[in-house]
């Protein structure tokens, strides 16, 4: 099952179709790499018509049910077919078929929740359906001519025709009436004349049937072979469900109109005839084989015992590649019996730190530690070497970094204005808190602590970095590009990792960094810039920042220097980043199985690089 | 709404930690984060931790001790020199692309890890009712690997703790993607509810989700999946959000809940593709705060670094019930929200929103059908939980009573200053302050 599944030909959908009750359904999605919305559906006809009746006929009439359900313009479609092969005296075949469970098919159609969720989208299967509607339309009258032309002939001719294939194929199919019995419907269609003959015929090659199969069984048996040819023929499903129609009205009267073998081979050819053969001719063969293979299955398996969820899970496991939730000791947390409690000993090792706690003391005595904390940096700043990290960055920069060291795009903004601002706006200062918790909140001890430079959490707070230090930096992000670890063992031994990231991050938002790769233009600057991927953030820091970027783009003969072409050129850096697909990102990395699954996804990761585009320009357009 | 008590844990180190080049996992996005919160004086409604680092037997709670130990050694210099026995173990533990090993892996792991562990002591020593760990939230690792950017479980370990104390836990996941490693940890069981809200098909990452899984054996029903579509906003979200917690709290009753809350679902993420605000990623926030049950807020996915800072600090203002403003404060990292510099950018997604009114609304029908068939199911035992034998924090508070004080330390520590509160404390007479600026 799964391997068949697994293929896209026509022929190997057939044999899918024969196994489960809701083949049809597989098949059809066979040949278009979707099979949820279609699966699932058909199984709940399928369990409402087993509720009503166990009869196999009344199994696969709901199948046509859900055909037409699911596909409201099959009905056209259908026509189609039938014109192609009503010839004279038929015209049950050109109607609608009115099958016995043709109230179910009136159920007017609604989506599943399964439908919605896997994107359930009719216009695909429309679209195929139309194309091979086109293809058909030139040639129902060369097609009916054929036939007339062969119902005049005699029977020997056309035993004659035909008789090859026959001859290999009886002994091995043991059911082989009843094929020939699916395709009495056509036989009466055509060459009525001849029905006497063909029954005779049929008659003698009964006995080959297996002995334990009743005469229900054969029938279904019939229906299911006439469809094996049928699919085979046309590579067409919904002519399937047409025809299929029309036998079920005959199944009553079926010992009285077996056809002769002859009849069936006609057919064959015929269609052989129709098609192209690069399209066809495998699908034959392969149904050649799968006759053979299908002639074997017992019959319970084909409408009986198959459970279609199974086939289902089966299916995607093997095409999706979908991943699962796994259940198993090996994936399961351990989950405690009941409820406990902390014993004596704390289950941690190692202790935390409380920080901060604002319920000891009112804001606004903390506000006022702050500012005179503030007061006294501004006041004694040679005494603070120490940058403090995350609060303080901005004002020690300013103070004493960033005029000789880091002239940070925020020292540049805000440096004119900092030591104003320092007064009117309160920095909020995590070693600062902390500071003032250690002392328990008496604010003079924290402020003597603080003027003798005893700080909390010195040990993680980065020291402020020295122009060598920088430019040593620098240079190994020219060379190295994120690798922060070449970057620490070939330039800046001095920084640990941790520093190296975090002064990136600063580093990277600065005028320093627009200057020093404006002035070092090479390829490496490309490359960082493709490194940087999505996240930069724009350019509108200021005008210093543009100017020095335009000038480095001029210089590279990317753009001219002008805003737009520099988020152009943002633009294609994003688009390189992201192609590197994370699974994350879009998921299917495992997936290129089907042309369908390839090119959604290149429509994903498309619209991703869209909207990232789209969100540098906006920025821009700014 | 009353007033919660929170606390917030960070570590200054887990910012500083780099994935590797190109790669759109930052955690550098948590010092940004930070950075925003403190100069916004948010910690004037909050308790700051440092927490501690979880230790790898603390992982081993959820964690297989091969992936543990192999987390422990591997850097990217022995998996270099190409030893077999590291390369070896890359696949096996699904470390490499996704998951690469940089420099720290296994620090960057426990001060996460630490912080969630922690979180979910305090909320069950009753010592606060929300914990803050943004750094947190890594919600797809598995028991005996790494996957999507997560190589310790740290909500997992996090509800094992809870469920110390706690009957049943609730878990909500508004990561854009689904939160499989949870949901998988807690399949079997009814005494964790997960409840994630992602987005599904087309095979996006990680591929798991489905509204058909539902857990299995005694947590059958107790796994909620909310697929969704691309491009949905804020509306939508919130008209699947509201009906479906809601049905969960009237359903499950949990007496904890952890909050997952993955930027990745705002509009513009790098990888997600959702059309959420600021806002309306933090109306859920908010929604959850409201419903007075003792939280474990943890950060998760996203990957446009400025809109996670946005998000996050939002979302630790709505969690504080505190205003602030749209202008972002001066801080070291301001020009990565050029050009706006404010805390909710318009959006302007160009993504369709995919979710018609009808589908969502199939999907909550859906949804509230299986969560009724949890109603009369919880199975744990009420027993109650006797008091610890020793708490620690209410020890060191009793220490300090001193019978000549009115109002003890300890009992002046319990109130809250309410907000409507003018006076500063017994000691404000009103004077002018002296140190004005």
């Given amino acids: ?622 | 709404m009353s007033d919660r008590r929170v606390s917030y844990f960070y570590n200054a180190d887990v910012g500083n930690f780099h994935y590797g080049a190109g790669h759109p996992m930052k955690p550098q996005r948590l010092a940004v984060t930070h950075s925003l919160v403190m100069n916004y004086g948010l910690h004037k409604k909050m308790k700051i931790y440092r927490p501690y680092k979880a230790s790898a037997q603390d992982m081993l709670r959820f964690h297989s001790d091969e992936y543990i130990a192999y987390l422990q050694q591997v850097t990217p210099q022995n998996i270099q020199c190409n030893s077999v026995a590291y390369t070896k173990y890359l696949a096996h533990f699904s470390v490499g692309e996704d998951c690469p090993v940089f420099d720290g892996l296994f620090d960057f792991c426990s001060m996460y890890t630490g912080a969630s562990l922690e979180g979910a002591q305090k909320l069950n020593q009753n010592h606060s009712d929300i914990c803050i760990n943004w750094s947190g939230g890594l919600h797809h690792a598995k028991k005996f690997e790494a996957s999507g950017f997560c190589y310790v479980n740290d909500i997992v370990i996090g509800i094992l703790e809870l469920l110390k104390y706690h009957p049943r836990v609730l878990y909500i996941d508004i990561d854009v993607h689904h939160g499989d490693g949870v949901q998988e940890a807690f399949y079997l069981t009814d005494r964790v509810m997960t409840v994630s809200f992602h987005k599904y098909g087309n095979y996006f990452f990680p591929g798991t989700g489905d509204m058909y899984e539902l857990g299995n054996e005694s947590g059958r029903y107790y796994s909620v999946n909310v697929p969704l579509k691309e491009g949905i906003d804020d509306q939508s979200y919130f008209q699947v959000f509201k009906p479906i917690i809601s049905a969960v709290m009237e359903f499950y009753r949990p007496t904890a809940i952890v909050l997952q809350c993955g930027a990745d679902s705002l509009a513009g993420d790098r990888l997600g593709c959702f059309s959420l605000s600021t806002r309306g990623h933090g109306a859920c926030v908010k929604f959850v705060r409201g419903l007075n049950v003792p939280t474990l807020v943890v950060g998760g996915g996203g990957y446009t670094l400025r809109n996670v800072a946005r998000c996050w600090t939002h979302e630790t203002s709505l969690l504080l019930d505190q205003e602030i403003a749209n202008d972002l404060p001066v801080t070291e990292y301001y020009d990565f929200f050029a050009p706006d510099f404010t805390l909710h950018p318009d959006v302007n997604s160009r993504q369709d929103n995919a979710n018609s009114k009808q589908y969502l609304e199939m999907i909550v029908k859906h949804v509230y059908e299986n969560l009724k068939m949890c109603q009369h199911s919880p199975s744990v035992q009420m027993v109650q939980t006797p008091p610890d034998t020793i708490d620690l924090e209410e020890l060191r508070m009793k220490e300090e009573t001193d019978p000549d004080v009115r109002v003890s330390q300890a009992d002046e520590d319990k109130l809250i200053e309410p907000k409507n509160e003018f006076y500063d404390g017994d000691q404000d007479q009103d004077k002018p302050d002296s140190v004005e600026s």
């Fill in chain 1, 1 to 622: 099952m799964k391997l068949y599944w697994a293929a896209n030909s026509t022929a190997k959908c057939i044999l899918c179709y024969l196994a489960t009750p809701n083949g049809h359904s597989l098949s059809w999605r066979g040949g278009q790499g979707r099979n949820m919305e279609f699966g699932k559906s058909s199984d709940q006809s399928l369990h409402s018509a087993s509720e009503t009746s166990v009869d196999s006929n009344s199994l696969l009439n709901s199948e046509l049910a859900v055909g037409r359900d699911n596909t409201p313009t099959k009905r056209e479609r259908r026509k189609s077919p039938a014109t192609s092969f009503g010839s004279d005296n038929t015209s049950t075949s050109v109607q609608p078929p009115m099958s016995p469970t043709s109230s179910l098919a009136d159920i007017t159609f609604e989506p599943t929740i399964d439908m919605m969720v896997n994107d359930f989208d009719d216009e695909a299967t429309l679209n195929e359906e139309e194309a091979l509607a086109d293809l058909e339309a030139h040639n129902p009258e060369d097609e009916i001519a054929t036939l007339r032309e062969e119902s005049e002939m005699p029977i020997e001719e056309l035993l004659a025709k035909y008789s090859g294939i026959t001859d290999v194929e009886m002994p091995q199919l043991p059911t082989y009436s009843s094929r020939r019995a699916g395709s009495s419907r056509r036989k009466r269609q055509h060459q009525e004349v001849e029905e006497n003959r063909a029954i005779a015929e049929v008659q003698k090659s009964e006995p080959s049937q297996p002995s334990g199969s009743g005469g229900e069984h054969c029938i279904d048996l019939t229906i299911a072979q006439h469809q094996v040819v049928d699919v085979g023929e046309l590579s067409n499903l919904t002519s399937v469900s047409a025809h299929f129609n029309d036998v079920l009205l005959e199944t009553d009267e079926m010992p009285a109109i077996l056809p002769p073998e002859v009849e069936k081979k006609h057919h064959r050819s015929h269609l052989l005839d129709l098609y192209p053969d690069e399209s066809f001719g495998e699908n034959t063969q392969a149904l050649n084989s799968l006759d053979v293979l299908e002639n074997f299955t017992p019959l319970q398996n084909l409408f009986g015992d198959v459970e279609p969820e199974e086939d289902e899970d089966s299916d995607t496991d093997s095409d999706d590649a979908r991943k699962i939730i796994m259940v198993g000791p090996d994936y399961q947390a351990e989950i405690p019996e009941g409820l406990s409690q902390y014993g004596d000993i704390l289950p941690y090792e190692n202790e935390d730190q409380l920080i901060w706690e604002p319920s000891q003391v009112s804001e606004r005595a903390v506000e006022d530690y702050l500012t005179k904390i503030q007061e006294t940096k501004s006041t004694a700043p040679t005494e603070d070497s120490l940058t403090q990290g995350a609060g303080e960055v901005d004002e020690l920069n300013v103070d004493e970094v960033a005029t000789a060291v880091i002239p940070s795009s925020t020292a540049i903004q805000h440096g004119g204005t900092a030591s104003n601002e320092i007064e009117s706006v309160v920095k909020d200062n995590e070693q600062a808190l902390h500071l003032l918790v250690q002392c328990g909140y008496d604010f003079k001890e924290a402020l003597r602590r603080k003027r003798l430079n005893v700080m909390p959490l010195c040990s993680d707070a980065m020291s402020s970095w020295s122009e060598d230090e920088c430019q040593k930096f620098e240079e190994g992000i020219q060379k190295f590009g994120k690798d922060f670890y070449q970057i620490r063992q070939n330039q800046v031994r001095t920084r640990t990792m941790r520093e190296l990231v975090q002064f990136y991050y600063l580093w990277k938002k600065s005028e320093r960094r627009d200057q020093s790769f404006a002035l070092n233009d090479t390829i490496d600057h490309m490359d960082v810039f493709i490194n940087e991927g999505g996240d930069r953030a724009g350019n509108g820091n200021g005008n210093g920042s543009c100017s020095s970027h335009g000038s480095s783009n001029s210089s590279n003969g990317h753009g001219n220097g002008n805003g737009n072409g520099e988020y152009i050129q943002d633009g294609v850096t994003i688009r390189k980043s992201t192609s590197k697909s994370y699974s994350i990102m879009t998921g299917n990395n495992n997936n290129a199985a089907t042309a369908s699954t390839a090119n959604r996804k290149r429509k994903g990761s498309f619209a991703l690089e869209d909207d990232e585009i789209e969100d540098e320009c906006t920025l821009a357009d700014n």
